[in-house]
C-alpha cells in the first residue's frame, strides 16, 4: 500500500497540537485571555482612578454627623419661642390674604414668625382663639361675641379677648326682589345668608333677630345665592363685605327687579355697629347717580388673647403687635392690598377693649413721630423710612432725584431744629 506524503498544512497542523498539548491548559487559558478585549462591552463610561478615589470620600462626607438631644431641644424651644399662630378664616375668605400678607412682612427668622391658619370661618375664629392650641391671634367680626355671650354663655369674653386695631369695616348688603321694601316686609321668607363660616351666615339672621323679624334662612351665599335670587327661589340675599362687594361690583349692567333694602341705623345696633350708606359710586350700575341707600357696617377685628402679663404667651402676643406696628408702613404700600391704607390705629371698636400693651406701642409711636405722619407710618422706623412716608402722604411729591435730595435736607434741618 503506498503512503501519501503530508501536506505542509497537515505538518503544521500537527505541531501546533504537539505544542499546545505539552503546554497544557495554563498557557492555552492564557493565550485566549490575550485573544480577548480589554474591558467587558459596556455602556457606561469607565471610572478613572483619580474618580473612584474620589467617590468614597464623597459619600463618607455626606453622612451628617449624629444629633444630642439637647440639641434637638434647643432647637425646638428656639423655633417656636417667637412663633405665633393667626386664626384667620376660610380658604376662599379675605381675612386669609391679610393674614398671609402681615406674615410675609413680619418674618423675622427666629425672632418672629406668623403662621396664618385657614379656619372653620370668622365666628369660629373667636372658639380658636379660646381653645385651641397655639393660637394667639385671629381675625373676626366685631358682632361675633353677640353668640358667645348670648348663646355660648361666656359673660367674661371681653376680659378674655382684646382687639390690637380695627381692621377694615364691611357693609351689609340685602338685595331683594322688588315687592319687598324693607325689612319688614321680608318677614316669613327664605333669605340667603351665605354658607356657614362667612360673615353673613352669623350677621344676617342676627339682624332679624334683633328686629324681632323671623325669617327662614338659606345656606347659600355670594354668586350661587345671586342665581337663586334671580330664579325666584329665595325673596333677598344678605352679603357682608369691605366696599366694593365683588358679588355687586362685578355686575355691569342693571339689574331691573331687583334692589338694596334700607337698613336704618337703630338702637339695637349701638353695640357694635356703624350707620353707614351704600353708594351709586360703589355701584353705578345698580344705583341712580347721586343715590345711596342707608344700611349698617360692621368692622372687623385683629383680636389676640389677653394673656397674663409677665407670662411667656404674653411676651409672645407683645412682641407681635411690636412687629405689626413697625411693618405697617410697608403693608401700606403695593403689592399689598389696598385696605391697608384706610386703617387708623386710634379707631376704637365697639363693644371691645383694647389689649393694654398696644397703648404702649402706641404711646411711644407718637413721641417718636416728629413730622406730620399719618398714624400707621411711624414706629421703629429710620428717619429716611419715615420721610418716604411722609413724601408717601403728601399730595404732591418731589418729581426728580434732585428735588427729593433737596426737600430730605430740608426736612433733617427741621427734625435738628425741633430736638433742640
Known amino acids: 500500500m503506498r503512503r501519501t506524503p503530508a501536506g505542509p498544512a497537515l505538518i503544521a497542523l500537527a505541531l501546533t497540537s504537539a505544542v499546545l498539548f505539552t503546554a497544557g491548559p495554563v498557557a492555552l487559558a492564557q493565550d485566549l485571555i490575550r485573544d480577548q478585549p480589554a474591558t467587558p462591552l459596556s455602556l457606561k463610561p469607565a471610572r478613572t482612578a483619580e474618580r473612584r478615589a474620589v467617590e468614597p470620600r464623597a459619600a463618607q462626607a455626606r453622612v451628617p454627623e449624629p444629633r444630642s438631644a439637647a440639641d434637638e431641644t434647643a432647637t425646638k424651644t428656639r423655633m417656636n419661642q417667637w412663633t405665633v399662630g393667626l386664626a384667620a378664616g376660610l380658604p376662599d375668605g379675605g381675612f386669609v390674604r391679610f393674614a398671609s400678607e402681615m406674615a410675609r412682612t413680619m418674618d423675622d427668622g427666629d425672632n418672629m414668625r406668623l403662621i396664618p391658619m385657614v379656619t372653620r370661618g370668622t365666628t369660629s375664629n373667636i372658639a380658636d382663639l379660646l381653645y385651641l392650641r397655639g393660637v394667639d391671634v385671629a381675625i373676626t367680626y366685631a358682632d361675633a361675641f353677640d353668640f358667645y355671650v348670648r348663646q355660648a354663655g361666656l359673660a367674661n369674653i371681653n376680659d378674655r379677648i382684646r382687639y390690637v386695631l380695627r381692621f377694615f369695616i364691611s357693609d351689609v348688603h340685602i338685595y331683594a326682589r322688588n315687592e319687598f321694601k324693607s325689612l319688614q316686609d321680608l318677614r316669613g321668607q327664605k333669605i340667603a345668608v351665605g354658607t356657614a363660616g362667612v360673615a353673613a351666615a352669623h350677621t344676617g339672621p342676627l339682624i332679624f333677630r334683633r328686629l324681632g323679624i323671623d325669617i327662614e334662612p338659606v345656606a347659600v351665599g355670594g354668586p350661587v345665592a345671586l342665581e337663586k335670587l334671580h330664579k325666584g327661589e329665595i325673596a333677598a340675599m344678605v352679603y357682608v363685605a369691605s366696599k366694593p362687594g365683588e358679588v355687586f361690583s362685578s355686575m355691569k349692567a342693571a339689574d331691573p327687579g331687583f334692589h338694596f333694602v334700607p337698613i336704618p341705623y337703630t338702637s339695637q345696633f349701638s353695640d357694635f355697629y356703624y350707620p353707614t350708606a351704600i353708594k351709586a359710586e360703589t355701584y353705578p350700575a345698580l344705583l341712580a347717580p347721586d343715590t345711596s341707600i342707608e344700611t349698617i357696617a360692621v368692622p372687623s377685628v385683629l383680636a389676640v388673647y389677653n394673656w397674663k402679663p409677665g407670662s411667656d404667651r404674653a411676651d409672645r402676643v407683645n412682641r407681635f403687635v411690636e412687629t405689626l406696628f413697625t411693618n405697617l408702613a410697608r403693608l401700606q404700600q403695593p403689592p399689598f392690598h389696598p385696605g391697608w391704607k384706610d386703617l387708623n390705629l386710634d379707631a376704637q371698636v365697639p363693644g371691645w377693649q383694647r389689649y393694654p400693651y398696644v397703648e404702649t406701642v402706641l404711646e ?14 411711624t414706629g421703629s422706623l ?26 430730605y435736607r430740608s426736612f433733617l434741618d427741621w427734625s435738628r431744629k425741633r430736638q433742640k
Open 364 to 377: 411711644r409711636m407718637r413721641k417718636e413721630a416728629d413730622v406730620g405722619l399719618p398714624p400707621a407710618a
Open 382 to 407: 429710620s428717619q429716611q423710612e419715615r420721610f418716604e412716608a411722609f413724601l408717601a402722604s403728601q399730595a404732591k411729591a418731589p418729581t426728580t432725584k434732585a428735588e427729593k435730595e433737596e426737600l
